[in-house]
């Protein structure tokens, strides 16, 4: 003799696998979000930066058009880019094994303001005199 039990309708999702689910969910929802918002945090970075590169290689160009004659500037507004500044200071290049040389280093640095923060690029040209 057999008995036979009643069989249960597995119809339709019992409430812990909706809540296991919808963690799962979650979980994945917040990391996709996490990396977006990184993202785009890091190509706002590469943007100012590669707009700093700009400016400083814009201004060593004028430099040279103009023979390297120029005054040295502090902290000038560039029109071009709302922001940024810039300086030019130019003095004799000095090397540490050899001494003074009949030549002059450039230095010309651009600052900017980022999440409350001043950052700044420098590059640097040596000319003979």
């Given at each position: 003799m057999q008995i036979s039990l009643p069989k249960m309708k597995s119809e339709g999702?019992?409430?812990?696998?909706?809540?296991?689910?919808?963690?799962?969910?979650?979980?994945?929802?917040?990391?996709?979000?996490?990396?977006?918002?990184?993202?785009?945090?890091?190509?706002?970075?590469?943007?100012?930066?590669?707009?700093?590169?700009l400016i400083a290689r814009s201004k060593l160009n004028e430099f040279k058009v103009e023979k390297f004659r120029t005054a040295d500037t502090a902290n000038e507004p560039v029109k071009e880019y709302e922001g940024y500044t810039y300086s030019?200071?130019?003095?004799?290049?000095?090397?540490?094994?050899?001494?003074?040389?009949?030549?002059?280093?450039?230095?010309?640095?651009?600052?900017?303001?980022?999440?409350?923060?001043?950052?700044t690029y420098s590059i640097q040209y040596i000319y003979q005199k």
């Open positions: 999702f019992a409430l812990l696998e909706i809540l296991i689910a919808v963690t799962i969910l979650s979980i994945v929802v917040v990391s996709l979000y996490s990396g977006v918002s990184s993202g785009s945090y890091a190509i706002a970075q590469n943007r100012n930066l590669t707009r700093a590169i030019r200071e130019t003095k004799r290049f000095e090397n540490e094994m050899i001494g003074s040389l009949a030549a002059q280093v450039v230095t010309i640095t651009v600052k900017w303001e980022e999440n409350f923060h001043e950052r």
